[in-house]
Structures are given as C-alpha cells and as structure tokens.
C-alpha cells in the first residue's frame, strides 16, 4: 500500500476526468482563457475575448443514451429457481427502494457520466436518519482504488473542501475513515468506524467494453480537443471580424483629442481598436478620435500628413472548410454526425453554427445497454448486502434482471407516425401494438389509454366537435 492515500490517485487521470466534466458542465471558459494567457501573447489585453461553446454536450447527449428515452424495467427473480418466473413481491420492493432513490434522475446523469469518462461506480449508502438507500456518482475524477485480484480492497473518494483542507472517505472491508488533506500535503486519518457489510458497497459500470487492463477505462481526449479548436476559432474569428470593421490608425502625425495640450504624446497602441490615446494629458491617459470626436493634427516642418485605417481583410473560407473536416472525423467516433450550416463562407462575418445529429448506429446502443444491465445486476448484489444490515425491504435470495427495450433507429417522427397510421388502417397492426412497441407502454398500460382514447371521442362526437370518425378498430372496446 502507498504511504500516502492521495498517492492512489492518478494525477492525470484525475484532472483529465475534472476537465472532461467541466466542460460537459459548460466550464471550458476558465481553460481556454488560461490558454491565450500562456500561448497568445498580449491577446487578452489588446481585446481577444474568449467566446465557449458546449461542443461535447451536444455530441455526448446525441450519442446512444440510455436514459432519454423510457427506463430500463427491473424484475427480480429467485436465485436457482427451476422456473424462471419473476417474483412479484420482490420487484415491487425494489422499485419502491429505487424511487425513494430517485434513481430515474440519478442514472440520467450518470449515464453521460459513463459514456465521457468510459467506467463509473455507483456507491451506495444509507441515510440513518430517513432509513433510505442514496447513491452516489464515482468517477476517475473524484475518487481512486486498490485493486487485487480484481477485488476492490480500498475505496478513497473526495467529499469535499473545508477552507485549506480537503476531505475524503476512505472505505476497506473491514473499515470506514475519514481522511483531512492540507494544502500542503499532510494527511490526518480520523476513524469513523468497522464498515458493516463486508465489501465496499459499489457497483461498477462501463461504457461499451471492460477495460483490457487494470480497473478504469482509458478517458478519452477527442471531445476536448474538438471543443478546444471550436472555442478558439470562434473567439479568433470574433477578434477578426473586431480588427476589419474597427481598423488602427497609421499616421505619421500627432494625434490630440480636443482640448489636448501641444505637449502631450500620442502613442498608437499595438493592435488597439479605439485609436490612439494621449500620453502626458491633465486627468489621466485617455483615447482620442472616435465618432463625434475632434481631432487636433500636429505636424511636423510643414510635411504632408499620413492618415490611414489599416487592417487585415481574411478570408477564412480554407479555415472554416478544414475545421469543418476535423470536425466530421472527430464526432464520427461517438456516432453522431456533425453538419456546418452558415451564410454563405469567405469572409470574417460569414461564421457558422453546428447541427449535431446521431448516426443510426444499434451495435453502439446494444453494448451500452449489455454494459448497464451487467451494472444493474451487480448494484443489486450490493443493495441486498445494505439489506442484511439495514433491513431496507428487499426479498433475500433474489438476482435482478436489468432489461432495456430493444435499440431503434433514430427516425423522423412524423415519418414514424405516418407509417403506423397506415399499419393500422391496413388491419397490419393494433392501437395497441402501436402504444407498446413505439411508446413503450406495457400491456395493461396500453389498453388504459385506449379505453381512454376512445371514451374521449366518444364524448367530443356527443358535442359535435369532431369530424369524420376513425376507424372501429382504433375505437373498438377491450373486452
């Protein structure tokens, strides 16, 4: 074991795991200004201001989620039943844990987690005090472990920063502490007390694929280089669109504002938009010239005056084209397709905006999915272990089975709803058939809003308020 616990963490994979998050989080600004501070010299200063925007949200919420759509059904069956049935009673427990968890709006959340970052872990605890289960999101980002044989033997995870010290929960098998970081580095380990269930009570998740080595997957970097080359093309196409419409002035004069003494000296600023400004003046420096400004000319010997607004005119028709490129291959590797659509290219006000679209790929959703109902089944295995403690309702002697409804095809809905109308009316396909296999709905579910559906018209034709009825089938009673 490390001598120090910090000494678990992998320094860069735990700031890559911050930086990918934060910029999913719409927190690239603070980067990219960081860049121009160290790469482009003087740039904020003459008046570069960074311009973000969220480039890998756009990609990784188009990319095969699993939780936008309907959630995963949880059905709990007996361990080494000769029949396989679901149990009931056992479900019902789970789903009442698992609401109480909010577990739909956790692994909403989680689920991008995963798909940025490649592996995840749920942690779960207890609340003594509300008797429920809570979880809690573990990535490379917050949080390091001791691996051996496969086994997770030492958990450290970040929980927070009291002024100068941060602070971590430590869990092992057989213990549960807390760890105090100071700026400096020293560690002060205070014991919280034997950890109650015998494991360290997380389930891990993987994106598409197990890691080949070690316990984490690899982060990767692609989406934040991608975002890095937005953010600066934008933020440079806004400096030059800034440098053509307001140009410097190139003179071989002195240039006074009004009511500036002979005396003072006029130095033109490196890339200034606001021309020149009076050095030497009563009250301070300040700008001269600018609309509704008088200007004094001084010159020198009587020789002619040099007056000129200079700048450059770019044609960023080959920049937009190659980054356009860029763009296609980088997105192309998350499944989803990006699309440049502007006014027309060739100068520095043309811009462009992104149109990020999913790719029809099922292979992506089908491993994510295998991946999270191999999740599911190991957090359950962790739920009854904080059952035998805590007695949180589950059925003991239970395995749960996680399944998805079975991946599509991103379609246009009109479309979709088009072609089921004319199923239906060709006697090829049921209302019901529609409201399970396209809206999700279960049996029971589905001849609910039928009924519904057809008291509704059958009440909007006693008022006179509908037209040509529909056909019987899609009105007909369930028996």
């Avoid at 600023?269 to 400004?277: T, V």
């Avoid at 009250?283 to 450059?312: H, M, N, Q, R, W």
């Avoid at 239906?424 to 209302?431: D, L, M, N, Q, T």
């Amino acid at each position: 074991m490390s001598t120090k616990f910090l000494d678990m963490f992998s320094a860069d994979a735990r700031n890559l795991g911050v930086k990918t998050l934060a910029y999913y989080d719409s927190k690239s600004k603070e980067y990219l200004q960081k860049y121009l501070e160290t790469y482009r010299r003087n740039a904020l200063a003459k008046g570069m201001v960074p311009r973000t925007i969220n480039v890998v949200r756009e990609i990784v919420d188009k990319s095969g989620m699993l939780f936008s759509g309907r959630a995963p059904t949880l059905n709990v069956y007996p361990t080494g039943a000769t029949e396989l049935k679901v149990d009931d009673n056992a479900s019902l427990q789970l789903q009442h844990l698992m609401e109480k968890a909010t577990w739909i709006e956790f692994f909403n959340n989680f689920d991008s987690t995963v798909r940025l970052l490649k592996t995840g872990m749920v942690l779960v605890q207890y609340d003594a005090e509300t008797q429920e289960v809570f979880f809690t999101n573990l990535t490379q980002a917050n949080s390091a472990v001791n691996v051996v044989n496969r086994q997770v033997e030492t958990l450290i995870y970040f929980t927070g920063a009291k002024g100068d010290v941060d602070t971590y929960r430590i869990w092992t098998k057989d213990i549960v502490q807390d760890l105090e970081v100071t700026t400096g580095g020293g560690e002060r380990v205070i014991p919280v007390g034997d950890n109650p269930y015998g494991i360290i009570p997380v389930a891990v998740f993987h994106d598409t694929n197990v890691p080949r080595d070690g316990f984490w997957n690899h982060i990767p970097e692609d989406l934040l280089h991608i975002n890095d080359i937005y953010n600066l093309h934008i933020t440079d196409g806004e400096f030059s669109i800034a440098h053509a419409k307001m140009q410097t002035l190139y003179t071989n004069a002195t240039v006074q504002g009004s009511g500036v003494d002979l005396g003072a000296t006029a130095i033109v600023d490196y890339g200034s938009k606001l021309g020149p400004r009076a050095v030497g003046v009563p009250g301070g420096d300040f700008y001269a010239g600018g609309p509704g400004e008088l200007v004094g000319i001084e010159t020198a010997g009587g020789d002619s005056v040099f007056l000129e607004y200079k700048g450059p005119a770019p044609d960023i028709a080959p920049l937009d084209a190659a980054i356009r490129g860029w763009f296609r291959d980088y997105a192309r590797g998350w499944s989803v397709a990006i699309e440049m659509e502007g006014n027309g290219y060739g100068s520095a006000d043309s811009g462009f905006k992104l149109v990020v679209r999913e790719l029809p790929n099922l292979e992506l959703r089908r491993k994510r999915q295998r991946m999270f109902e191999r999740g599911f089944r190991q957090l359950y295995d962790v739920l009854l272990k904080v059952n035998q403690v805590f007695n949180v309702g589950l059925v003991p002697n239970t395995v749960l089975y996680a399944e998805f409804l079975p991946p599509e095809l991103p379609t246009d809905e009109g479309v979709t709803e088009e072609i089921w109308t004319q199923k239906i009316k060709e006697g090829r396909a049921s209302v019901l058939d529609y409201f399970c296999d396209q809206k999700g709905y279960s049996r029971e579910e589905a001849e609910v809003k039928v009924k519904q559906l057809a008291a509704d018209r059958v009440l909007l034709e006693s008022l006179n308020l509908t037209s040509t009825p529909r056909p019987s089938e899609v009105i007909a009673p369930i028996a």
